[in-house]
């Protein structure tokens, strides 16, 4: 799921969908319209995933889509190679986490409560919250 926007209206540290992949805003510049055009902004960003930079240009009129980002917290049921196994806690819908921060991947027990994102499907762990 995304809404649109802007692409004048972004900022350092919001989200964006670059290439069908959801990412964070690291670099941000916007020039001023010239004589004969329109103010073009340049961004620079992070897939949420991968890791990966992405960069787009484009004027400021132009329309963006933002991805929705929901929040939530789960109880890690199971953990099998890169996928780890969580369950809602509010829903006790189970799903699997294929993305897991780096510095958290050891720190991973069964049985933990962990908080996670859900960003177009994906789910990605970004805290351990016990």
């Not at 964006?16 to 020039?31: A, Y």
């Not at 929705?68 to 986490?97: C, H, P, R, W, Y």
């Not at 897991?100 to 962990?114: D, I, S």
Request: proline share 5%; glycine share 8%.
């Amino acid at each position: 799921m995304s809404r649109p926007a802007e692409l004048g209206e972004l900022k350092d540290g919001s989200y964006v969908i670059l290439e069908d992949s959801p990412c964070r805003v690291v670099e941000l510049e916007k020039s001023k319209p010239g004589k004969h055009g329109s103010a073009k902004v340049r961004i620079v960003a992070i897939d949420i995933f991968t890791g990966s930079k992405r960069s787009y240009v484009g004027p400021a009129s132009s329309r963006v889509d933002i991805p929705v980002i929901e929040k939530g917290a789960g109880q890690v049921l199971s953990i099998t190679g890169n996928t780890v196994q969580l369950m809602d806690l509010q829903t006790f819908q189970t799903f699997d986490a294929d993305s897991v921060e780096e510095e958290l991947r050891p720190k991973l027990k069964e049985g933990q409560e962990v908080e996670y994102w859900k960003v177009m499907e994906k789910v990605r762990i970004v805290r351990i919250k016990s």
